[in-house]
């Protein structure tokens, strides 16, 4: 009965080892334990600047308005600068929270001396993210006295640095 005994207690040290060995930590060069890290896909980002142009013709352009939108959720506007030196020098009106996003309305009036012809109004800074912005637009323009009148808006990147108003 002893022979038994031992028989059945070797069975068991040997069952108990096989468990703990099957519930152990693996060690760590087990190839089912190793994390290969996947790249993060990237996006490429440029800083661009665009001048905002209106052609008034012959008209004076006493006051302007232009909503500005990427199609392409590429921009981010970042920074809206004045125009040429004269009436739309200083930066136009905007709503600061809505540069945050894609979209954005600027305007301006000036009661004196309101330009004709083709004018710089102001400067916009964006971020690119993934790729180049294109941008629908809407304009809205006014003579002196309020009258309302078609002008021309053109949006050309520019190469010149940021605060260059030349």
């Given at each position: 009965m002893r022979a038994t005994h031992?028989?059945?207690t070797a069975v068991l040290l040997i069952?108990?080892?096989t468990i703990a060995g099957a519930w152990a930590p693996q060690p760590a060069n087990d190839s089912r334990n190793i994390v290969i890290p996947q790249p993060i896909p990237t996006r490429q980002?440029?800083?661009l600047a665009?001048?905002?142009l209106i052609d008034s013709g012959a008209e004076p352009l006493a006051a302007y308005q232009i909503e500005l939108k990427d199609t392409q959720s590429h921009a981010r506007i970042v920074?809206?600068?004045g125009g040429e030196p004269g009436p739309y020098n200083e930066a136009p009106h905007y709503d600061p929270k809505a540069i945050q996003a894609e979209r954005v309305i600027i305007g301006a009036f000036t009661t004196a001396n309101a330009p004709t012809g083709k004018v710089r109004v102001a400067r916009l800074h964006i971020m690119a993210e993934g790729g180049t912005p294109d941008f629908a637009t809407t304009i809205t323009t006014a003579a002196p006295h309020?009258?309302?009148f078609t002008a021309t808006l053109t949006i050309q990147p520019t190469s010149k640095?940021?605060?260059?108003r030349q």
């Open positions: 031992h028989t059945l069952l108990t080892a980002v440029q800083f665009y001048d905002i920074g809206i600068e309020g009258r309302a640095p940021s605060g260059d």
